[in-house]
């Protein structure tokens, strides 16, 4: 089983940047994905990126392109989420997710989850005032 924990989130406002951690442990392989799905009351929850722990293939959800950046640091078995440029619209409880069958790259050669996650952590809220 993986553990998740989640650190990072808080209250910033538009415009501000913040950086979510994720600290995973108990898996004795490296070849799954992290990943942060978002969840806001009263929305689907929302993939909103995700990394291969072993071949680094990423994705991002169309909403939060060119503004958030996910990163690796396998040797602290750590993810982070670096969101930038941050909207009120970004407000939801973020969750750190494994995913252990990974990203598949589809027809249009993008990289993707195909399912819901293994694992949960316990989330950490982020919000965003105007």
């Known amino acids: 089983e993986v553990q998740l924990v989640e650190s990072g989130g808080g209250l910033v406002q538009a415009g501000g940047s913040l950086r979510l951690s994720c600290a995973h442990s108990?898996?004795?392989?490296?070849?799954?994905?992290i990943g942060w799905v978002r969840q806001a009351p009263g929305k689907p929850r929302e993939r909103v990126s995700y990394i291969d722990l072993k071949d680094r293939n990423i994705y991002y959800a169309d909403s939060v392109k060119d503004r958030f950046t996910i990163s690796s640091d396998n040797a602290k078995n750590t993810v982070y989420l670096q969101m930038n440029s941050l909207k009120p619209e970004d407000t939801a409880v973020y969750y750190c997710v494994a995913d252990m069958i990974g990203l598949r790259r589809g027809a249009d050669d993008f990289w993707r989850p195909i399912r819901d996650p293994d694992f949960w952590g316990q989330g950490t809220q982020v919000t965003v005032s105007s």
């Open positions: 108990g898996s004795p392989v490296d070849d799954y994905a």
